[in-house]
């Protein structure tokens, strides 16, 4: 039996597998459902007789989930244990659908040859893609004394952190190391036809401002601390667009994020409209270019706070940071290489080898000695978009491409 036929056969189960986890609404934060999503992947599988192990954080979760709260369970799938290791990551929790949409997020639809819902693009189709492509595998070969497959299925993928209970947490286990793997594929949407080597860096944090309350028919006598923060982000958003002048010369995508950038994402302060705000705080996420270092981004926040302390006196300002990665670019090594063969194969395109604008679970890996890559079926326009969705045409075509890339590997 050929690709092409393997693929037609399994095709239907894999369509409707994608439908049945997208309808398990595992949104993070805070981290529901995932218990039951374990449960069926558990037995999903179990009946594709691989061995699984469900590995999970239990005195270690305070410091590893600061959004949300419950079980964090992690999958472990293995098959096959002989020849060329090679693992594949996803994780299976979805930012919050949130409303407007017109269709339902947890109710997946196919419509014009799209399957619409949360999870759909960012990432389930790349859990579905990366399992299915080792069945239509099974169906050409008798592969399980040829190579060895690891799937790792991560929740908390999606509330990112210097540590997080997925993909981290693995990596400080030893489950995913340079022994057991070979190489380790990413399935996260960044298009069909690229392939992604890495991502920008970022700097995520919160500003505290204090002040002082004051009757509001004399704020005079108080610190204000809203006049103060409306300063503040005037300030950052003058940085902004001075730094956006510069333009990248590394492949990042789209286009925009060739561009450094700024986000002030939330602001809370204040108790009542009469009433001096002595408290405010405001989220603050800075993206980064591979010309600029974290180092440079640290610095730039330092400047940010003497700006307040010269503009706000009186007003404590701190600055607690949350999230920070450098920039993360791998080698376009072997396994670049062949997988940009059977995109071209299949999509009859070059592909692209890019940089994702927003960060992902590759950074655990980084240096670790495992050649890494990300390759997936969904839109990177789409992740976290209301009324998201995947192809059908691309879910098939990308696990086509990731079949024949494991086809590579057999008896080597």
């Not at 290791?85 to 017109?102: E, L, Q, R, T």
């Not at 399980?144 to 209970?165: H, S």
């Not at 610095?299 to 300002?317: A, S």
Request: with cysteine; glycine share 8%.
């Amino acid at each position: 039996m050929d690709i092409d036929e393997a693929i037609d056969e399994i095709k239907k189960d894999m369509i409707n597998f994608l439908i049945k986890i997208i309808n398990i609404p595992t949104e993070n934060p805070p981290g529901l459902n995932y218990e039951k999503f374990v449960d069926y992947m558990y037995d999903f599988l179990i009946s594709l007789d691989y061995n699984i192990k469900i590995v999970e954080p239990k005195e270690e979760l305070k410091e590893l989930v600061k959004y949300g709260s419950g079980r964090r369970p992690n999958i472990i799938a293995n098959y096959g244990n002989k020849g060329v290791k090679i693992g594949f990551n996803s994780h299976y929790d979805v930012v919050p659908a949130g409303k407007g949409w017109s269709h339902d997020p947890y109710n997946a639809t196919i419509e014009e040859g799209k399957i619409y819902g949360r999870g759909s693009s960012d990432m389930k189709s790349g859990i579905a893609s990366q399992i299915f492509a080792v069945e239509a595998l099974k169906i050409m070969n008798n592969i399980k004394d040829k190579i060895t497959i690891r799937q790792f299925i991560v929740p908390d993928e999606e509330t990112v952190g210097n540590k997080n209970a997925g993909t981290y947490y693995l990596v400080e286990k030893g489950f995913i190391n340079k022994e057991n793997l070979n190489y380790l594929i990413f399935t996260e949407p960044l298009n069909p036809t690229n392939i992604g080597i890495g991502h920008r860096g970022a700097l995520w944090g919160t500003f505290n401002l204090y002040g002082k309350k004051s009757h509001g028919g004399f704020p005079q006598k108080g610190l204000d601390v809203i006049r103060c923060a409306s300063k503040i982000i005037n300030y950052i958003y003058e940085i902004a667009d001075k730094r956006s002048k510069t333009i990248s010369k590394y492949p990042i995508i789209p286009e925009e994020a060739k561009r450094p950038s700024y986000l002030v994402g939330t602001i809370n302060g204040g108790e009542w409209m009469n009433t001096v705000a002595d408290f405010l705080t405001f989220s603050y996420v800075r993206r980064l270019i591979p010309e600029e270092t974290l180092e440079f981004a640290r610095n730039e926040v330092n400047e940010i706070i003497k700006y307040t302390e010269n503009e706000c006196k009186g007003i404590k300002i701190e600055f607690l940071p949350y999230y920070e990665v450098d920039n993360i670019m791998f080698p376009v090594d072997n396994g670049v290489k062949i997988i940009s063969e059977k995109i071209k194969e299949v999509y009859n395109v070059n592909p692209s080898i890019v940089l994702s604008p927003g960060t992902f679970d590759i950074r655990f890996i980084y240096n670790k000695g495992i050649e890494s890559f990300n390759y997936g079926p969904g839109l990177l326009e789409l992740a976290h978009a209301t009324d998201e969705y995947v192809y059908v045409e691309d879910l098939i075509k990308s696990t086509k491409v990731i079949s024949l890339f494991l086809k590579e590997f057999l008896n080597k």
